[in-house]
């Protein structure tokens, strides 16, 4: 069983900059792939970032976003740099065996935090 908890979203204006926390419960935390979706009430959830033993973005991230990991904290960064209006979501934090590009194939969630970029 992992829980996890995200934190560091809020209000940006564009071109500014904000991390994001996902914090584990898990001991074995270093196992598991974490990866980050968003969603938005008019899109469906989608794949933002994964990290396992490598890294993978969406290629609407891809240079502006950065996901490292801290094993000995049991924590996951999402770095968001260079932000745009577009990026406005709730952004979840998942964690599954392997880093998977579907929602439907993670089991652990956290619940969610809002990231507004303003124009």
């Known amino acids: 069983q992992v829980q996890l908890v995200e934190s560091g979203g809020g209000l940006v204006q564009a071109g500014g900059s904000l991390t994001l926390s996902c914090a584990a419960s898990?001991?074995?935390?270093?196992?598991?792939?974490i990866t980050w979706f968003r969603q938005t009430p008019v899109k469906a959830r989608e794949f933002v970032a994964t990290i396992s033993t490598s890294t993978d973005y969406a290629d609407s991230v891809k240079g502006r976003f950065t996901i490292s990991r801290d094993n000995a904290k049991n924590t996951v960064y999402l770095q968001m740099n260079n932000l745009k209006p577009e990026d406005t979501a709730v952004y979840y934090c998942?964690?599954?065996?392997?880093?998977?590009?579907?929602?439907?194939?993670?089991?652990?969630w956290g619940q969610g935090t809002q990231v507004t970029v303003s124009s």
């Open positions: 898990a001991q074995t935390f270093s196992r598991y792939a």
């Open positions: 998942a964690a599954a065996a392997g880093s998977y590009y579907l929602p439907s194939q993670y089991d652990y």
